[in-house]
């Protein structure tokens, strides 16, 4: 069978998620949900390529012998590139409760990210108030 048949006849995909230590998901998937910032997305085999920003939400795939599995994972970005998608995120968790998954983003994922927001802020404002006190220096030896 040549290439070009082969790529027609293909009814799945790859779905790898990629956390920085470990790989929480290696397995064959016929349908793909995930939540970008402008909402959910469904990817399907034959999907043009497609990269998104993924925001702290549940990702739904089903493999090809029926049922659905379900992964909560945190901001990310995921990548379709032929029948291979991968998405690389720093926290994940696999399950199979939608209501514990869907508790453990509000908890965990969206916990860090306010907390992140207000060290970010902190750090502004100390960053601001050093150039403002070098500008100052600045100002008093002309």
Do not use: W
Request: contains cysteine; negative net charge.
């Amino acid at each position: 069978m040549n290439e070009n048949n082969r790529e027609n006849t293909v009814t799945d995909m790859r779905l790898q998620v990629l956390l920085p230590t470990e790989i929480l998901v290696d397995e064959r998937a016929t349908k793909i949900i995930a939540e970008a910032e402008n909402g959910s997305f469904c990817l399907l085999p034959r999907h043009i390529d497609f990269v998104a920003a993924l925001v702290p939400g549940i990702l739904s795939f089903y493999p090809p012998d029926g049922g659905e599995c379900f992964a909560a994972v945190d901001e990310g970005i995921l990548v379709k590139c032929g029948h291979e998608v991968f998405v690389s995120t720093l926290n994940g968790v696999r399950g199979t409760d939608l209501n514990q998954l869907a508790a453990l983003i509000d908890e965990r994922f969206l916990d860090l990210d306010e907390h992140e927001r207000k060290a970010r802020t902190a750090l502004a404002r100390l960053e601001a108030g050093t150039l403002r006190g070098f500008k100052e220096l600045q100002d008093k030896k002309l």
